[in-house]
């Protein structure tokens, strides 16, 4: 059963407590319970010993063997003929993060920063990179102490893994780039030094190891998981608010609809629906419209597709953090070091695409559903305001909304059908992953603000109405009353609207997977 609760994320206590790091698969709740709680890490004995022993048999193989090893003792991309001479193969890791580490763009924020802390740490605690023990201890420290790195939003391609925002995370570790902690910007020396930490003197394939891999594109992607579904959950709830608060028939939400077009996502939210407005006296009155507009009556249809789209990414995003994602890969049981391409973002270019896509249709039925409301239809004022002409009551917001929808159209062409070649034609095909990220949460930013003006319209709406929706519906007007009053006549609705993101934002729920309707119920 998923629980709404108001509370901000900023605002909870930090209760020290720690999450073992082993081979279990983490789901995207025990991720949520990991990042929301503030749980700090610990690397298990059994994983450890994997680490442990990856990093001998790759020091095993240099001693023994004068073979190139591609990354390890030659050079990278293009340059992957060029042997090393053994004497520079430690210079060369620390090149490599270096060289790479030319991010532009703004910063990526904190929490991103921290799930890619996690992310990185979980993967290369797997024993298949070559990691020495005391890099993956020095980056634990890091996300315990709520380190971060400075890392910029531009310069992956989503291919050879995310280089230019992995070297900036690295780059710390050598006592380089900067840091942020506790709101103070510090140079990686300066931040070492205060911990009273060692510089990590990278060895042969830890620079690789470091930089290879999707952690960037896959932070962006859990973070943007736990925003969607949030709001997924709330786009249902809107949408039976504003239903009611239409004088809307719920006829279209009968399991018999559903169960003739089978989709889960279409079953989940009619069900969902129908439970919301249990009780209502609004949807129960006798109705003198035939039908309504689709974006009342095609709720299961348009939300539940995005359900299962979002669905599909989720297994999508797990998958990949759960992975091994660098390269070349060790495998010590088998006596091999392959170099492969788990590194490239094809899989989550793809899926961040679908989500980018999936959340802006929740925005655009949205939009459709504010601008019935205000409508002057089924007995609503026009502009749900009294003295119309005077006061123009909840006009321009529709215009606000419809300009969150419009850029969203905009950011929603797919980046996965786009490929530069780099490298000098090494790297001929990249996923464009990273772009697909970050604009994916650029979108989903606007759903929230949709969302928020969805609200403030459907509330105003309801106050127009002589009898009562259900007790769940009416609880949540009562409480968002206290954030947000009636609107008698006009005032700035900026702040309105500020507000009721604010109040959105502070819903927090304590299930983030909807694999059947009875999470939601």
């Given amino acids: 059963m998923t629980k709404i609760v108001y509370l901000s994320l900023k605002n909870r206590l930090k209760v020290e407590t720690f999450h073992i790091i082993n081979s279990d698969f983490l789901s995207l709740n025990d991720l949520w319970q990991i990042f929301s709680t503030h749980q700090k890490l610990k690397l298990s004995d059994e994983n450890r010993e994997k680490v442990r022993e990856a990093r001998q048999f790759l020091d095993q193989k240099l001693k023994n063997s004068d073979r190139p090893i591609y990354g390890i003792n030659t050079g990278f991309g293009a340059l992957h003929n060029i042997k090393i001479d053994d004497g520079q193969i430690n210079l060369l890791q620390e090149n490599l993060v270096k060289s790479h580490a030319c991010g532009i763009g703004e910063p990526v924020p904190e929490d991103i920063v921290k799930l890619m802390l996690l992310l990185k740490i979980l993967s290369l605690s797997k024993g298949h990179s070559g990691i020495q023990l005391k890099t993956l201890d020095l980056l634990i420290n890091f996300y315990n102490h709520d380190i971060f790195p400075v890392v910029y939003r531009q310069g992956s391609l989503g291919a050879s893994g995310d280089l230019v925002p992995l070297a900036h995370l690295s780059l710390p570790l050598m006592g380089e780039g900067n840091v942020i902690y506790k709101g103070k910007n510090y140079t990686g020396e300066e931040i070492l030094k205060k911990f009273g930490w060692s510089k990590i003197k990278l060895q042969a394939k830890e620079g690789l ?48 609809v559903q169960q003739v077009r089978p989709h889960q996502g279409q079953i989940d939210t009619a069900a969902f629906v129908r439970h919301l407005l249990a009780g209502s006296e609004l949807i129960k009155q006798p109705k003198k419209h035939v039908q309504d507009p689709y974006s009342f009556r095609c709720v299961p249809q348009v939300h539940g597709a995005s359900k299962d789209a979002v669905r599909y990414v989720s297994d999508t995003i797990l998958k990949e953090i759960n992975a091994v994602t660098d390269n070349p890969l060790i495998f010590p049981a088998e006596d091999k070091i392959i170099s492969g391409g788990n590194f490239h973002g094809q899989p989550l270019a793809l899926a961040l695409d679908m989500l980018a896509i999936a959340m802006s249709e929740l925005a655009n039925i949205s939009e459709r559903r504010t601008y019935q409301l205000i409508s002057g239809k089924r007995g609503l004022p026009a502009f749900l305001v ?35 070649e780099s490298s000098n ?15 994916a949460l650029r979108v989903i930013d606007n759903v929230q603000k949709v969302l928020a003006i969805e609200l403030l319209t459907a509330a105003q709406a309801m106050d127009f109405r002589e ?30 609207i500020a507000k009721t993101i604010n109040f959105i934002d502070q819903i927090h729920l304590d ?9 939601h119920i």
Avoid: C, W
């Fill in 209 to 256: 190891a470091l930089l290879n891999g999707t952690q960037f594109m896959s932070a962006y992607g859990v973070y943007n998981l736990f925003n969607a579904n949030k709001l997924i959950y709330f786009a249902d709830v809107l949408a039976a608010l504003s239903l009611d608060a239409f004088d809307g028939r719920i006829e279209p939400f009968d399991a018999l």
């Fill in 386 to 420: 009294l003295n119309p002409g005077l006061n123009s009551g909840l006009m321009i917001p529709q215009y606000a909304s419809a300009s969150a929808v419009s850029q969203n159209k905009q950011l929603s062409t797919p980046a996965s059908v786009d490929s530069i």
């Fill in 425 to 439: 034609g090494q790297e001929d095909h990249v996923s464009m992953g990273a772009n697909a990220a970050t604009k």
């Fill in 467 to 496: 009898k009562k929706t259900s007790d769940f519906l009416q609880s949540l007007l009562n409480t968002y009353r206290t954030e947000v009053p009636f609107i008698e006549e006009d005032r700035i609705l900026q702040e309105d």
């Fill in 511 to 519: 299930n983030l997977e909807y694999s059947s309707v009875n999470q």
